[in-house]
């Protein structure tokens, strides 16, 4: 047998979690092509690691030629920024980015191997894509999620309305990258419910080949990373919102406390302060626990509008 099951008791009650031995036998299927839904600061990273590391053409979707177009004004910039520091070639640069293509239809995703979903963390949008994605995409294509918080079991299950019929829910799995993308090396890949051996396996391996390392985590909520992250932002804000320390105070002691390259406020700006909220709330609301309650203050500045980096307002100004 190539795997062997683990249970594991923890908040959701006991899970089980598959475990592959060094000599387990891979199952990979070959990704030849690969699709991108969302342009933003992931999908865009994303994108762009594929057809660097793993050479394989990527089609980008989104709503919009404008959003589109500011994604590729990111990838070009990213390629000059590696090109002068001499990371990469001119040739490597003009090569990764001949491979990535745009569309504004989800239709143009009918030839992919693997597609990797990359919009914002609104459960309901995920799930009309995954059921959008099920009936375009191919018969045999990995349907994968980069959510931050939202069940991989509950998104494959809005690929089909009759849950018996596995067929397309089995091909969905979570390829949880950090931000940014082409410099953290860390993916976390998770399984629904309903995710076959298969797709897990290819989807570690379509990860490997960008050069990322894999970590397996149960479709628990908040996974690893920000089961363990989140809290630890949402706590910075607190102690920002009920005075025991200032903006300043609390990053530099964290960052030069625990030998990190930024504090907690600010990595909060860059993730976005969205993002961030969201993934509190389902925390919360999953879990029923009361010490993940996001802070007041992460709400009222999500109200606000001062998403953080993205939209030059957070705690710092950008
Ligand atoms: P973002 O807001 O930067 O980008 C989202 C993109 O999706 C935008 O370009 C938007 O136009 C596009 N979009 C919206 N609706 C769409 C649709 N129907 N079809 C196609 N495109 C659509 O968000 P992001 O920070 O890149 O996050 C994307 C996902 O990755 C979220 O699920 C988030 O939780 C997750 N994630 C984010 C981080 C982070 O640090 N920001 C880290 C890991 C995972």
């Known amino acids: 047998m190539a795997s062997s099951i683990v249970r594991m008791r923890g908040l959701g009650g006991l899970r089980t979690i598959r475990c592959f031995s060094a000599s387990a036998r891979r199952e990979a299927a070959e990704v030849n092509r ?48 590696d090109v002068s520091k001499s990371r990469i070639t001119q040739e490597q640069a003009d090569k990764a980015r001949s491979l990535l293509s745009t569309s504004t239809k989800l239709e143009d995703l009918s030839s992919v191997d693997f597609v990797i979903e990359a919009v914002p963390e609104i459960p309901q949008l995920k799930f009309d894509i995954f059921s959008q994605l099920a009936q375009i995409c191919p018969k045999h294509a990995i349907l994968a999620t980069n959510t ?42 998770i399984s629904g419910l309903q995710t076959s051996k298969e797709t897990l396996d290819t989807a570690v391996e379509f990860c490997k080949k960008m050069g990322k390392v894999t970590s397996i985590s149960a ?43 930024m504090g907690p406020l600010q990595l909060a700006d860059f993730i976005g302060l969205d993002t961030c909220l969201s993934i509190m709330k389902v925390l919360h609301q999953e879990t029923g626990d009361s010490k993940y309650r996001p802070s007041v203050l992460l709400t009222k500045m999500v109200d606000a509008g001062w998403l953080g980096k993205k939209s030059a307002k957070g705690f710092y100004d950008y």
């Open 34 to 81: 690969l699709g991108v839904v969302g342009s933003g600061q992931m999908g865009l990273g994303i994108a762009l690691v594929a057809a660097q590391k793993a050479s394989v053409p990527v089609t980008i979707i989104d709503t919009s030629d404008k959003a589109l177009q500011k994604g590729l004004a990111f990838a070009d910039k990213l390629l000059a920024k």
């Open 219 to 261: 479709d628990s909520p908040g996974f690893l990373a920000n089961r363990i992250l989140m809290p630890y932002i949402n706590e910075a804000i607190i102690c920002l919102e009920t005075g025991v320390g200032d903006r300043d105070s609390i990053d530099a002691i964290m960052k030069n406390g625990t030998n990190v390259p």
């Open 148 to 189: 931050s918080s939202i069940s991989i079991t509950r998104i494959a299950a809005a690929t089909t309305s009759d849950p018996t019929d596995t067929s397309a829910s089995s091909r969905v799995v979570s390829t949880h990258f950090m931000n940014p993308v082409p410099v953290q090396k860390g993916v976390e890949i």
